[in-house]
Structure formats: structure tokens, C-alpha cells
């Protein structure tokens, strides 16, 4: 066909487009909230906090199925497999289709029809998981990229770089164990003069990992918003000194039994460029478990090292009647003042192995929307006494501090 036959309607002797009104009729939707199996499912509760709803299970089903936050993750008895394929099913079958309308995926019909048979087959959710070998995939792939990609040319070189990169390995771990071997000698010499001399070998205190400290006055301390009890609290004057730090590591415990892991606890205000002030599960002086609001990493107290924080203490308060949150395990918490006439929350001195675990904390966006309205959001809220005392927080039970090992080999 000749070019010139063409015709897009575009051009200067072709036919002029011209948009046309479509009409469309009004959108059916039907009533949801109306619907017989909304009531017996919800009841009377708004649409809103039924998707909250839905959401809040989402996320328990999806940490069951990756193992979060449980003491044993490799083990399943056949009672928890069923347990978790009920609830599955229920999830996609019923609360999925009713708010959101048929799921028609496979990955959806997969989860709410064969989880279980896919797990009394395996025995664990793991099995197929392919990210192990993926990453050895990138060994061979460094190597392909130093060929010169050309057929049998090409897997002579790879050849010879694996054999190369096997001896390296080899040395390298030979090297190691002689280190290893010279440093047991070292040791055993230095216990024969030891027990001649009869020295007392005793361990240095070292500082737990931490940021380079700063040193400031209690009074200067006590001048950052909050802090006007401070040298009251650290029983140190306005003119003692301290070495305080943006952050300090400490080894975590945590309440449903995994193993403990070195976590970072911050209170700066600046990382990676935005503020950062950690909540810290810890225990009192009488035992009791309790919530606070980092603001202060001490590392020393007029010259001697006296590791603690300082934080605003935090309370559980009252939630409102069938909350999806609450019902999922998280906590409401609000801030806990010493008095009805106080304006900052009160401050408690934690010293360093008192601390159990970092906790993630969100805030409680339908009170500060129902209070500000929905445009609402933490850093458009006044930093305010009476908003302060009204601010409401949930503690965030979904959040995966611990996670199922996927090569449960290593």
C-alpha cells in the first residue's frame, strides 16, 4: 500500500476527530453494609472499621505463615496446619469477597483451597523457596562477566575461575585455622605466667556499641524540652557533666522465647535526615514490664561510665469497643505525666541492662482524625500540653522483630 493512502486522521487532509459525550450509566453498588452476611459477620459496625478489620487479619495471617514473632518457626503440628488453613479459607471466602468482591487469582484460590494440603505434604511453608539459590547465582554470574561470553571459549574461563576462587577459599581458611592454632599458644603462655606471678586477670569493662559521644552540662540537658527534671533524676547538679550518644546497641529479649539479637536503640535528631527517638520495652525497679519514649542515651555521669536512658514513660489506656487492633494484640498507649498540672510526661532513668526490646509504635490515626480531622498527620499536630495528654499510640503486634529461617540447615 502506498504511503500516501494512509490515513490516521491526523493529518492536514485527513479527517478531523472530534470527542464524543459518552453516556454512562450510574454505577451499581450494591449494599454491603446491609447485606445479611455483613451483619452476621460485623453486626452493626461501620464499613470503615471492617476493612480495618480485614486488614488487621491480612497481616496475623501473613506473619503465622512467615513464622513472625513465635519461639519455634521449624515445627507444625498438624492441629496448627489445619488451625491456619481454616483461617485462610475464612479470610479469602468470606472477608475478602464481601468488602472487596471475589478474589478471582491464583495465588488467592491457592491460599484459601490447597494451604493445607500443601503443608501436610512439605510439612513447612519453605520447602520451594528459592532465594539460597539465587545467591549463589551471583558467583557465577561475577564470573560470566569477566569472560569473553563466546561459547566453549567462554566456559573454559569460568571453569578455570571457579578453581581459582576453590584455592583462594582453601587458603584463606587454612590461614585461618594457623591464626586460630597461634592464638591458643598465646594463650596458654600467657596462663603459665599468670599462675608464676600469680596475676589476677581480670576483664575490662568496656562500653557497649555506640555512636562517638558528646559531652554537655546537666544543665544544658535540662534545658531540651521535657527534660527540666533531669539532674534531679541522674542526682547531679546543674553544673555536673555527662557523655551522652545518639544510640547504643544491647542485646534484646524477647517475650515469646527466640534467640536474643543485638538491636540499636536511637535518640538523635537527625538520622538519615529525620528525627529518630526509639520506644523501648524495659523492666522497673519493682520488676514490672513497662513502655517509654527514648529521648536520652547516657554513656557517662560526672566522669565515671554509667550506661542508661532516659525516657518518657508510657501507659496502657482504654480502647473503644470492638477495635480490629486490639483484638489482633496491639496495645492503646498515651503518654503517663506525674500530675494533672504537668505539662511533659514523666521521665524514668533505665539503666542499660534493664532494657528487654525495641517496640514499634504508630499513632492513633482515627482519635487524632476525629480530634484535627482527616488531613491530620503527626508532623502537622502541634507539639502541644493538651496534645500531648490527648495523643493516643498503638503498639504495632504485627511488626516482625523475629521471621521464620528459610534455610533452616544453617
Known sequence: MDGDDLDDGNGPD??????????LPDPAVAGVTTSDKYRELYGRLPLHRAVLDVYCRMAALGGRLMGD????????????MRALA???????????????????????HRVAAHLLA????????????????????CVCKKMYARTNKRGASM???MMRATETQTEVLRELRALVDMKKQDGDGVHDLLDEVADESDVQM???????RSHRGRRLLVADAQSMPGMAGLGELLGEGPDGSLVVSPSVAFSCTFEWGARSVTQTECATELYQGRPRYDRIWYTDQGGQRRLGWVRLV????????DDCVIVRCMQEVPSISDCALTRSGCRRVASNFPGPNAEWPELARVPLARILRLEHVVVDFQDLGDRRGLAAVPSNTPDTAVERRAARFFTNHFYPFTSRVLNTSS
Open 118 to 137: 500443601a503443608l501436610l505434604n512439605n510439612g513447612n511453608l519453605w520447602e520451594g523457596d528459592t532465594s539460597e539459590n539465587e545467591a549463589l547465582h
Open 298 to 305: 547516657v554513656r557517662m555521669i560526672g566522669g565515671a561510665v
Open 14 to 23: 485527513g479527517a478531523v476527530l472530534v470527542p464524543a459525550d459518552e453516556v
Open 202 to 208: 581480670e576483664p575490662v569493662v568496656t562500653l557497649q
Open 86 to 108: 481454616d483461617e485462610a479459607l475464612d479470610f479469602i471466602t468470606n472477608r475478602v469477597d464481601l468488602l472487596f468482591g471475589p478474589a478471582h487469582t491464583t495465588k488467592a
Open 69 to 80: 514473632n513465635m519461639a519455634d518457626t521449624t515445627r507444625m503440628s498438624e492441629q496448627q
Open 155 to 157: 566456559v573454559l574461563q
